[in-house]
C-alpha cells in the first residue's frame, strides 16, 4: 500500500522551530518531486515548499523564503521540512505530496499526486 506519513507538527511559541518529516511506505520517493502544502481554517490549500528527485532543485512561497528549509534523504526514504522563526500565520496543517514528475512543480495542487493526511503546527504564545 502507498502511503505518505508525516510527522514533526506540534505547538511552538512564535520565532521557533520545527522539522517536519515526510515518510514513504510501500515504494520509494527518489523518482519523485516532493512537495509540502499547508492549509490554515477557512482557507485554501496553498504550496509551500517542494524538491526534485535528486535534491537540486526547490522552489519555495514567498511567505517562508528565508525560513523554511526542504531537504531530503532518499537513502531514508523520507523529505525534510525544516522550519524556523516560525510566525502565527504558519499555524496549519502541513501535506506533504507526491509530484506527477521527477521535477518540482512549484505550488500547482493538480500536478501531485499521492498526498499525506497531514500533521498539525500550531505557532502560538
Known amino acids: 500500500q502507498l502511503q505518505l506519513v508525516e510527522s514533526g507538527g506540534g505547538l511552538v511559541q512564535p520565532g521557533g522551530s520545527l522539522r517536519l518529516s515526510c515518510e514513504a511506505s510501500g515504494f520509494t520517493l527518489d523518482s519523485y518531486g516532493i512537495g509540502w502544502f499547508r492549509q490554515a481554517p477557512g482557507k485554501e490549500r496553498e504550496g509551500v515548499s517542494c524538491i526534485s528527485s535528486s535534491g537540486a532543485s526547490t522552489f519555495y512561497a514567498d511567505s517562508v523564503k528565508g525560513r523554511f528549509t526542504i531537504f531530503r534523504d532518499n537513502a531514508k526514504n523520507t523529505v525534510y521540512l525544516q522550519m524556523n522563526s516560525l510566525k502565527p500565520e504558519d499555524t496549519a496543517v502541513y501535506y506533504c505530496?507526491?509530484?506527477?514528475?521527477?521535477?518540482?512543480?512549484?505550488?500547482?495542487?493538480?500536478?501531485?499526486?499521492?498526498w499525506g493526511q497531514g500533521t498539525q503546527v500550531t505557532v502560538s504564545s
Open positions: 505530496a507526491t509530484d506527477k514528475y521527477y521535477y518540482c512543480s512549484g505550488p500547482k495542487l493538480y500536478e501531485y499526486a499521492y
